[in-house]
Structures are given as C-alpha cells and as structure tokens.
C-alpha cells in the first residue's frame, strides 16, 4: 500500500472518531487553510542583513548563537531558502522583513536614509511569488544603539536619527501594503534599557512617549499598513530596566489606538502569555502576536509544539480570533540547518493551531455551562489523544507539502547539493 492510501485511511479513521464529537474535519482543514504566518526573514542570516558595511549582531539583549555552515549570504541565497522553507509548509504564508535586508547595492546607506527604493526589489519578488509582506524598523546593531538607548536616549540627535529612521520604515510599509494590495504590519521594537539600576525612569519613559507621537505623525490607510509596538521584560544587558515594557506599550497602544505586540519570549518564564489573549481582545480590534520560545534567559528559540504553544493557540481559537490575531514567527538559531528551523517553527504553529480548531470545543463548553467541572477536565484530557496526526498529515498532502518526517529528507538534499557549497 503506497503512503497516499495509507494516509487517506488513516485519515477516514480520524475523520469518524473526530466526527462522533461533532467536529467536522473537513471544515476545519478549510478554515487552517486560511492562516497566514508571517516568516521572519532574519533566520535565514543569524539577523545579519545586508548593510555595507555589515554591522555585527549588538544592542538590545539579543543573539545569536552558533555557526552552522550554509547562512544566506546575499539576498538571492535568502530568497532561494525561503523558497525551500514555503514549500514544505501547507499553506500560503508571508514574509516579515527588517529594515537591514534592504538591497543597497553595496553602498552605505545609513538608517535614516533608506527609501521604498531600497526594497522595490522585495515588492517585485513577493509578487512573483504571490506573497504578502511586513516590515520592521531595526534599532539595532548601530553605533548609535551601542549604548543600549535609541527612541528614549537622552541625547536628542540620537533621538531624531531614530525617529526618522522609524518614519521612513513606515512609509516603506505603506508603500509595500500598497503595491501588494493587502496591509503591511510595521512593527517597532527597540533595545532601550540599562544593565544596571536607573533612578530615572520616568525621563527615558518620557522621551520614548514623545519619540512615538513624532513617528506616528503621519498617518496612513489601514488597508495600507497597521502600526504595532512590542514591549519586551529584559534582554542580555538591560537586565534591570527596559523602557518599552509591557505596561508601557498597553497603555500607548490603547490610547494611540494601535496594535500591541505580544512576544512569546518577552515575558517572565512562570507568566502565562497565552492568557494575555483573551484579556487584550477586550479591548484590541487586533494584536500583533510573536511565536517564539523562551529558554531560561534567551527569548527565541525555534518553537516546537510544547504545552505554551498548544494554550496559545487554544486560546486564539475559543476566543473566535483567528482573523484578529496576526501570527508571526520570531526566533533565530544559528546552531542548526537555518531552513530546518524555518519549518520546524512554522508547521509546530500550524499543528497547535490545527489541534486548536480540532477540540470538541461545543461539549467542553456544555460541561463547563453545567457546572460540571470534572466532565470538563476529563474530556480536556481524552482530546489530548485524539489522532491529530492523521488529519495533519492529510493537510499537508491535500497542500502538496511533504508529509511526516518526508520533509527532513528534503531539507537534507536542499543542504548538500546547495547550502554545503556555500563557503
């Protein structure tokens, strides 16, 4: 029996034990269909970018580790291995660019300079592929983040260089939204805090609230692009203040009636990110949402389907989201086969997501409506079994992406006949 039957009966299988739960498989395929990550173009490269000169990875508490042979060394070795990665996930996807992969034809091009010129060629190619984009400000690995302050930083010319910077990220965001008829999400993250105690916090508070009202100025058509601010605990160096924390950006987000980023790695490791969703839909049209994985003190390990991505997406789903919460990936690990990553990351989201929809959420809620505590937690737990697998592997071959553990061997031919000549 080829793996196509196999496949397909095991699939009826699953389709009629899902079914005697009142869940219709096949609906549920059709609204993951619908999904569209957006993939994060700085693991392909160890967050390296294409600026000449190249600026090494600083500021902000983040890094890379390893030196796994293959990294995109251009923009075409990047857009092949992106090429790679979307075809073995189901579904159609985006791409989320920062402001440091712009193609500047190998001349110096300070930050506050760059222009929709500088990504024309990343318009161009999404359209060929027909692909959606998003864009990021990068307030990092720069001589004028090297003190771990750029929006907030107390020297106003700093200051501006940033806050011009982050305009001209926006515009190119509108310009991309534009071009490719589908919003772009412009999401601005900084590095700003301090190793050590500051006994004036409120000040850097101060000058990042007047920072963001400058950028936020101009305004563009939502069907353009959407602004989003991502808050951040602490990172490797700015240990004891960051000045974008989460209360911060809540509250600027809500009152300047934009989209608030929640990073699944920016929070304290016992906080429950996943109960964040529920709360902030109250009161959010939408919210920006990073998948990421959080290990000790580093925030972006490659996701795999764990207990906080399985809630997360639980969480999504009971709360009727799926068209409110934009999902991106973010996370870099440069010890491994960067596009391996890219897969593993974005196909563990869309399991969690399909398991998500697949819970007998209409019997969970009858339970929990009665009162019947035990019920509820008893069936929780019988729906932690039930053959997902089955139904993601149909997925996956109804897409035309390789199913089970297929896909490994095809990022392994991918890097001996192409990563393993890159020098």
């Known amino acids: 029996m080829s793996n196509e039957s196999n496949i397909r009966k095991s699939y009826e299988l699953a389709r009629e034990r899902y079914e005697a739960l009142g ?42 580790t390893g030196n796994y042979p293959g990294k995109a060394r251009s923009i075409e070795e990047l857009r092949a291995d992106l090429k790679e990665a979307y075809s073995l996930i189901p579904g159609r996807h985006r791409l989320n660019l920062h402001a440091i992969y712009g193609e500047f034809q190998g001349k110096l091009i300070d930050r506050d300079q760059i222009t929709p010129a500088h990504f024309a060629g990343w318009i161009d190619w999404a359209k060929q ?92 058509p939502s069907n353009e692009m959407k602004d989003a601010v991502e808050s951040k605990l602490f990172g490797i160096g700015s240990e004891a203040f960051v000045v974008g924390s989460h209360e911060f950006y809540m509250g ?7 989209m608030v980023c ?84 974005a196909r563990s989201t869309l399991k969690a997501l399909l398991a998500a929809l697949l819970e007998p959420r209409g019997k969970l809620r009858a339970f929990e409506n009665k009162g019947d505590n035990f019920g509820r937690l008893a069936l ?26 297929e896909w490994i061997a095809e990022v392994h031919r991918y890097e001996q006949t192409v990563l393993s000549k890159r020098s």
């Open 23 to 64: 869940i219709d498989t096949e609906e549920i395929m059709r609204t993951l269909s619908k999904v569209s990550l957006s993939l994060h173009c700085w693991q392909g490269d160890d967050v390296g970018g294409f600026e000449k000169p190249a600026a090494s990875l600083s500021g902000g508490g983040i890094q890379v």
């Open 129 to 220: 592929r027909r692909l959606k984009l998003d864009f990021n400000a990068t307030c990092f690995s720069h001589p004028k983040a090297d003190d771990g302050f750029t929006l907030s930083h107390r020297d106003k010319g700093i200051r501006d260089f940033w806050i011009e910077h982050s305009k001209r990220c926006r515009e190119i965001s509108a310009v991309m939204g534009r071009e490719l008829h589908d919003p772009c999400i412009h999401n601005l993250w900084i590095p700003d805090g301090s190793k050590d105690h500051s006994v004036d916090r409120f000040s850097y508070r101060a000058f990042l609230l007047d920072s963001l009202d400058k950028i936020f100025a101009i305004p563009y």
């Open 252 to 258: 600027y987000a809500l009152s300047r009636k934009k």
């Open 262 to 345: 929640i990073d699944m790695g920016h929070f304290h490791p016992t906080e429950s990110v996943s109960d964040k969703i529920s709360s902030l839909l109250q009161f959010f049209d939408e919210i920006l949402l990073h998948v990421s994985r959080g290990v000790r003190w580093d925030s972006d390990h490659v996701v795999i389907l764990n207990d906080d991505v399985r809630s997360l997406a639980e969480e999504i789903v009971r709360s009727n989201a799926l068209n409110r919460v934009n999902i991106a990936l973010d996370f870099f690990d440069g010890s491994l086969n960067r596009i391996g990553a890219w897969v593993i990351g």
């Open 380 to 405: 929780l737990e019988e729906a932690r079994v039930l053959p997902l697998g089955a139904v993601w592997d149909y997925y996956c071959m109804n897409s035309g992406v390789l199913t089970g553990e």
